[in-house]
């Protein structure tokens, strides 16, 4: 019998032990969120390209696992896809799918991981939140942003409990440096009764 991971991913509390979870979960990650109903992926990538329908404008899967949020933005109609992620193991599941122009392995010490400019849109799916990537790696994402500039995301029911994911994005919308163009709630794992907010926000 497989071993279950998902229950896990929303009890973590340091990096570290983020890191060893999902490198354990790499082999079984995909059929585990496929049989829950994992709709967040799809729903950030077509989101994004409506706001974005231009095929051929790279995009950087921030946190981009085993794929699955990669192969949405290519179902969605993005064919440039560069991949960062700081699990090997999950890069490696990445790798199998054939659908990333480049993947590479996210040095999390990094304060500017993502040279500035270097993409006019970021996904970062299913990767800020509890037991995940914390608030600030939403200010390293915009920042990394110019003017124009795109990222896609998504808080889970989990991230939306906590009042200070989107205390975070509200602070860069009141003081005018983003604003939202998409925001939806919707499903997110559906056979575990977990919704997400999905956003497009750009950067003024």
Known sequence: MTKKYLDQAYNLHTQ????????????SYDAEVSDNGYATPGRCAEALFDCLPEPQTPVLDYGCG???????????????????????EMLDGARGKNIYRNLSLLDLSA???????????????????IGAAPVDTLDLLLNALNPGGLLTFSYNDHAL?????????DAWI?????????????????QQNIKSNVYVVEIK
């Open 174 to 190: 009141s003081r005018g440096a983003a604003r939202v163009r998409f925001k939806e709630y919707g499903p997110h794992l559906p």
């Open 66 to 88: 085993t794929g699955l949020s990669g192969l949405a933005l290519k179902l969605a109609g993005f064919n440039l896809i560069d991949g960062f992620d700081p699990s090997s």
């Open 111 to 129: 304060k500017t991981p993502i040279k500035k400019g270097s993409y006019q849109a970021i996904a970062a799916i299913g990767v800020i939140g």
């Open 161 to 169: 409990t906590d009042p200070k994911f989107e205390a975070r994005l």
């Open 16 to 27: 570290d032990a983020t890191n060893a979870l999902y490198d354990q979960w790499a082999a």
